[in-house]
């Protein structure tokens, strides 16, 4: 097995709501994780300029007036962000995101929005920089495991205590112990009824790890498109691109 780092960097956000185009960052945690246990943390709370949904609020318990009262101005907090995220990239620090084309993307459109180097622009230019999603990896390590693959459900599989779900500090560093747990593993008991991939996961290198999870998630994406189609919605598109969805181009006249 190919030795871990000690140090990985945990990444989460709290939003206004799902769209990557037009929604917002309410609150954000960078958590750098040493030896498996929180070392220093850094969190924000933003005021992302609009109101945030009663059905936002419900999930991170952020309303629109405490962000308005106590919430960073939201260029200032986006360039704090940014600036976070390239620290980890170009110091080589696996930068750990549940469900990574989700954050980032939102991360790269605020970045736009805020005439702030774009997330696409700092990966291209960190030749060391590593991001790991571990809703990517278990989805590939055990992929035909029953259940929801929520970050709550993952935790609660490998055995990480989340206090505080949806909190994003608490998401940040559940995420890192979650995939810590999923790059120890070169055999899981539990699944002896079923088949497993450990072994594509195990004793691979970050860098290569890194690059099989964009391949990973677009088969990944592929198949659950198939199954949608035949199965619900015959139009049905899901997102096959990863870490971040590229940004649409403008329709010509």
Not at 8 to 17: A, S
Not at 125 to 132: E, I, N, Q, Y
Not at 184 to 196: K, P, V
Request: proline share 6%; net charge negative; aromatic share 6%.
């Amino acid at each position: 097995m190919i030795a871990l780092p000690d140090t990985f960097m945990g990444f989460d956000l709290e939003t206004t709501g799902v769209s990557v185009e037009q929604d917002r960052i309410v609150t954000a945690a960078m958590v750098e994780v040493l030896h498996g246990a929180p070392r220093r943390s850094r969190e924000w709370l933003v005021d992302p300029g609009v109101e945030i949904p009663a059905e936002a609020t419900k999930v991170h318990k952020i309303t629109t007036e405490r962000a308005r009262r106590d919430g960073m101005n939201t260029i200032r907090a986006t360039a704090q962000i940014a600036g976070q995220i390239w620290g980890a990239l170009s110091a080589g620090i696996p930068l750990v995101i549940m469900n990574a084309p989700y954050d980032l993307t939102l991360l790269d459109r605020e970045c736009r929005r805020n005439d702030v180097t774009p997330v696409t622009e700092m990966l291209a230019s960190a030749p060391d920089g590593v991001v790991l999603d571990p809703y990517v990896l278990d989805r590939r390590v055990d992929p035909f495991r029953p259940g929801k693959r929520t970050l709550e459900s993952l935790a609660a599989y490998y055995g990480v205590t989340l206090k505080g779900a949806h909190e994003a500090g608490a998401d940040a560093l559940a995420a890192v112990q979650v995939t810590q747990e999923i790059l120890r593993t070169a055999e899981d008991e539990r699944a002896f009824n079923r088949s497993t991939y450990h072994h594509e996961v195990h004793g691979r290198s970050l860098g290569e790890l890194y690059a099989q999870q964009r391949l990973w998630f677009a088969a990944q994406s592929a198949g659950y498109q198939d199954w949608l189609r035949r199965t619900k919605n015959p139009s049905a598109v899901v997102n096959g691109e990863w870490p971040i969805i590229p940004m649409k181009e403008p329709a010509r006249a």
